[in-house]
Nanobody, 119 residues
Framework: QVQLVESGGGLVQPGGSLRLSCAASLSNGRIIAMAWYRQAPGKQRELVAQITSVGNTNYGDSVKDRFTISRDDAKNTMYLQMNSLKPEDTGVYYC?????????????WGQGTQVTVSS
């Protein structure tokens, strides 16, 4: 089992910055991939950024060069540094984790944290 605790969301003006965190607690297995997704009102959930166990990263086109994903394996924590925020970045941001044990992989989602970009 995995528990995910997200933090760092809030209200910010356009052009501002926020840093999201996702702390994972595992009872067994290890994390092989982590990602941030977001969902705006009336829209489908979309990938924001992902990072593998070896540090390879991938970003959605709309956030490239503005957002940076990172992870601290010692703390089982993932971060999303969001700069130059735009109103269209508004939405609920979800932490996603894929774990692996000797017999299976499993996917977990956080409860979501609201990010609102507005003047």
């Amino acid at each position: 089992q995995v528990q995910l605790v997200e933090s760092g969301g809030g209200l910010v003006q356009p052009g501002g910055s926020l840093r999201l965190s996702c702390a994972a607690s595992l009872s067994n297995g290890r994390i092989i991939a982590m990602a941030w997704y977001r969902q705006a009102p009336g829209k489908q959930r979309e990938l924001v950024a992902q990072i593998t166990s070896v540090g390879n990263t991938n970003y959605g086109d709309s956030v490239k060069d503005r957002f940076t994903i990172s992870r601290d394996d010692a703390k089982n924590t993932m971060y999303l540094q969001m700069n130059s925020l735009k109103p269209e970045d508004t939405g609920v941001y979800y932490c996603y984790v894929r774990t692996i044990t000797i017999i299976m992989t499993a996917d977990y989602w956080g409860q979501g944290t609201q990010v609102t970009v507005s003047s």
